[in-house]
């Protein structure tokens, strides 16, 4: 059923001479990938005929001498067996490869991109998108598994408009979608290795492993700063707020911004939401107020008719503290903003909190410390938090190690590190940074901000899910000190497994009593930091020890951590759950007779890291310990 581009010669009029051309710069390559795709056995028979002619797309050919890159482009053909939808073969109509692809947000990441269309014998027709990604992480200690592991999303399309789909990728037109991986053994790339054709297989294969070379060792960007860059972040006008200074109990100043909400006048037969939301961020960068995005979730919630308040706590740049721990925050910070909330809005009003990271351990530490009343709260919603926080196998090893204590001591008496100047650093917060450079990371970038910031705390965010301008505004504007006192407490809390207090004693947990309101917890499927684990620990603690609230988990498929929040599609996909969880609850949010069910979506990854990097951390280990001996 496919044509191959040999098939097609015949129907072309070209010239002999232009046929041996043609046929002298292909390279024939055929390799069998096998693996699961929903939990069901598929496998891939692909025929890929690299630089082969095609005027659309990647395919296109051109001289070997001209584009050498171009042997790593083709055409595919074959078929796919994936008899649990379809007992016949899958052949492929049209298939397209590009085994270095590149996007200008991750420029130290290759992609292989697999794009086959896909026809049964009934006439059913199918999209096979599958996907390698290779991140320069720890001199290529994953090099092997991800340059062999192929995610695949698999789905079947409506009427058989592929073209459509493929143009306007309308889920709502597909009958099937369903997530996996495949990938190829050691014995069917040797195969793969000993049946290649075509006078370039030896320059294909140079190619190829120089392109690798280059991720894995070399690490050199394929985008230039600049490329990456916006040269300026453009805002446009945002709604205005009213910025509120508060005072809390143990003598601290901090700040909120409130948004008044805006009154729908095109729907004015809406029933208006009925309480304030209260937005808590993350460790001191911003989730929810973004300037450079027209879909925030402080836009969203306006247009929802809500009125917002974003607590800028002590560890907010703007006021950073010297000295202060993660229980400080729930004890004395969150208890100020409601206060003031109440005062606003009525001795009796109830508030939706959405919580991020270390905001929902400080929010579960006010309500399970006693320090603020669940009578208070309508609904809470956390996103990679909760009163459990596990973290990725990397994430454990660096919190495990003594790295943070050796930090600490390298940073002396002032504990605020400036991420954005650094003309009045002192020679211990520039050596802090540069080793923060080398620490190894996830995903690398080319901005020194994002390096510094990520090489302390590792990856908030796939880049890949975030706009250009938001990643500067978030390098160069938002983060401009990095206050680190907190970071003792959080250390025992990611060790722990759950929420403690300053002291390391289990002082929360056992007052399940104290959580008596709806819940909804978000993990990102594809874990930077904080695993999935998080959310499911704590879906079942307040399943047993609060039975009468509805509580609901999410699991968001190709999200990492703060890209929950942050991502240029996080208003389609994760936003709804926001406001259909604080609707639930202004209904009542009390269990209707019939067990709530977990929202699911599943991954292409569980963790990231792993052990495996660990002999790397020797040697870091001895640099640190001897700065320690030195510095103490």
């Known amino acids: ?15 002999t001479k232009e046929h041996e051309n043609m ?42 001498i001209e584009d050498p890159n171009s042997l790593l482009k083709g055409k595919v053909g074959g078929y796919v067996i994936f008899k649990s939808v379809e007992k016949e073969k899958l052949f492929i109509l049209d298939g397209k490869v590009d085994l270095c692809a590149v996007d200008s947000r991750t420029p130290y990441t290759q992609y292989m991109h697999y794009g086959l269309t896909l026809a049964s014998s009934s006439g059913s027709k199918y999209i096979l998108e599958g996907k390698k990604v290779m991140n320069p992480f720890l001199l290529g200690s994953h090099a092997w598994q991800e340059s062999t592991t192929m995610l695949v999303t698999f ?16 889920s709502s037109d597909e009958l099937l ?26 320059k294909f294969i140079c190619l190829l492993l120089q392109s690798l070379w280059r991720t894995y060792i070399l690490q050199v960007p394929r985008y230039i700063k600049e490329d990456f860059n ?116 009525g001795p009796f009003s109830r508030i939706h909190v959405i919580a991020h990271c270390v905001g929902g351990l400080a929010i ?23 009163m459990f926080f596990k973290l990725t196998k990397y994430a454990l090893v660096k919190m495990r190690l003594p790295l943070l204590p050796v930090t600490m ?107 008596a309101m709806p819940t909804l917890y978000i993990s990102g499927g594809r874990s930077l930091l904080v695993t999935p684990e998080t959310s499911m620990l704590a879906y079942r603690y307040m399943r047993l020890h609060q039975p009468g609230f509805q509580h609901k988990r999410v699991v968001m498929e190709g999200y990492g951590h703060s890209d929950l929040l942050i991502g240029e599609e996080s208003y389609k996909s994760v936003f709804p759950h926001f406001i259909s969880h604080m609707r639930m609850a202004e209904g009542g949010g009390r269990k209707n007779g019939r067990e709530e069910s977990v929202v699911y979506r599943e991954a292409y ?17 001895a640099i640190f310990y001897y700065l320690y001996r030195f510095f103490c």
Not at 23 to 46: N, Q, W, Y
Not at 155 to 170: A, G, L, T, W, Y
């Open 409 to 515: 001591a390298v940073l002396g008496r002032n504990k605020t590190l400036s991420i954005t100047d650094s003309s009045k650093d002192d020679f211990r917060h520039s050596l802090l940074k540069h080793l923060a450079r080398i620490i190894p990371r996830t995903e690398r970038c080319t901005s020194d901000e994002c390096e510094i910031f990520s090489g302390i705390f590792g990856n908030a965010f796939w880049h890949a899910n975030i706009s250009k301008t938001l990643h500067q505004w978030l390098s160069k504007q938002n983060v401009t000190h990095l206050p680190m006192s907190g970071f003792p407490h959080l250390r025992k809390i990611c060790n722990a497994g759950f929420v403690i207090d300053a002291e390391g004693k289990d002082m929360y947990l056992i007052h399940s009593e104290r959580m």
């Open 177 to 202: 979608s369903l997530q996996g991986e495949l990938r190829i053994s050691i014995f069917e790339l040797l195969r793969s290795v000993v049946r290649l054709k075509g006078k370039h297989r030896s």
């Open 364 to 386: 579960h530490i006010a309500l399970m410390g006693g320090h603020v009343s669940a009578s208070k709260i309508a609904s809470l919603s956390c996103t990679n938090s909760s």
């Open 605 to 621: 990854y569980d963790d990231n890291g792993g052990l495996r990097g660990f002999t790397f951390f020797i040697c870091l280990i």
């Open 230 to 345: 916006s040269p300026e972040v453009e805002r446009g006008p945002y709604p205005p707020y009213i910025l509120h200074s508060l005072n809390t109990e143990d003598g601290y100043t901090i700040s909120c911004k409130q948004w008044k909400r805006i009154p729908n006048l095109w729907k004015p037969q809406e029933k208006q939401p009925q309480y304030p939301v209260l937005l808590l961020n993350g460790y001191s960068g911003e989730s929810y107020w973004l300037p450079t995005e027209r879909r925030d979730l402080v836009r969203i919630l306006l247009e929802e008719g809500y009125d917002i308040w974003l607590l800028q706590p002590r560890l907010h740049p703007l006021h950073p503290s010297n000295d202060f721990t993660i229980e400080d925050i729930g004890k004395f910070d969150i208890p100020a903003v409601i206060s003031k909330i109440r005062e606003v809005h």
């Open 23 to 64: 046929f002298s710069d292909m390279v024939l390559v055929k390799e069998v990938m096998r693996g699961f795709i929903a939990g069901m056995p598929c496998t891939a028979h692909l025929t890929m005929n690299m630089n082969c002619r095609d005027n659309k797309g990647f395919g296109h050919q051109s001289s070997v």
């Open 1 to 15: 059923m496919h044509r191959t581009c040999e098939e097609n010669m015949d129907s072309m009029p070209k010239t």
């Open 155 to 170: 789905r079947k399309i409506e009427h058989n408009d592929v073209k459509s789909h493929i143009q306007h990728n309308n």
